[in-house]
């Protein structure tokens, strides 16, 4: 081979290097995007079992009835959630809630299941 050949074929080794070293850094940093939404993903569905529990005791305690216990049941439950949108809507059907006559309002209990159903989607879809 002529030494031209063989410059030639170096620099188009060359740049055939410095293409792949430019994939090599985009498919990193695909990597490392790829990583951190799967870490979101599963930190998202972590949270998961929490609003099936919570949705879980509020709907033992309507099969129950009104009760002082259900209630304390479904607080924690609530609380745990940290979502000002649930906290707000079950403060609404607690106040909805006639211990005395053991009656309350079927539509704020079903609101509050609905905000944590709601935000069920939410974690799912990011």
């Known amino acids: 081979?002529?030494?031209?050949?063989?410059?030639?074929?170096?620099?188009?080794?060359?740049?055939?290097?410095?293409?792949?070293?430019?994939?090599?850094?985009?498919f990193q940093k695909e990597a490392v995007s790829f990583k951190t939404e799967l870490e979101n993903l599963r930190s998202s569905l972590?949270?998961?079992?929490?609003?099936?529990?919570?949705?879980?005791?509020i709907e033992r305690m309507v099969g129950e009835g009104p009760s002082q216990l259900g209630i304390d049941r479904v607080n924690p439950k609530i609380s745990v959630l940290k979502d000002s949108t649930i906290s707000a809507a079950w403060e609404n059907a607690r106040r909805g809630i006639d211990l005395i006559n053991r009656s309350w309002?079927?539509?704020?209990?079903?609101?509050?299941?609905?905000?944590?159903?709601?935000?069920?989607?939410?974690l799912i879809a990011q």
Do not use: W, Y
């Open 46 to 57: 972590s949270k998961i079992p929490l609003h099936l529990d919570a949705i879980d005791t």
């Open 105 to 122: 309002s079927g539509q704020l209990i079903a609101d509050t299941t609905i905000a944590i159903t709601r935000n069920i989607r939410n």
């Open 1 to 26: 081979m002529k030494s031209s050949d063989l410059s030639k074929d170096l620099e188009l080794t060359q740049f055939k290097l410095k293409t792949v070293e430019r994939d090599l850094l985009v």
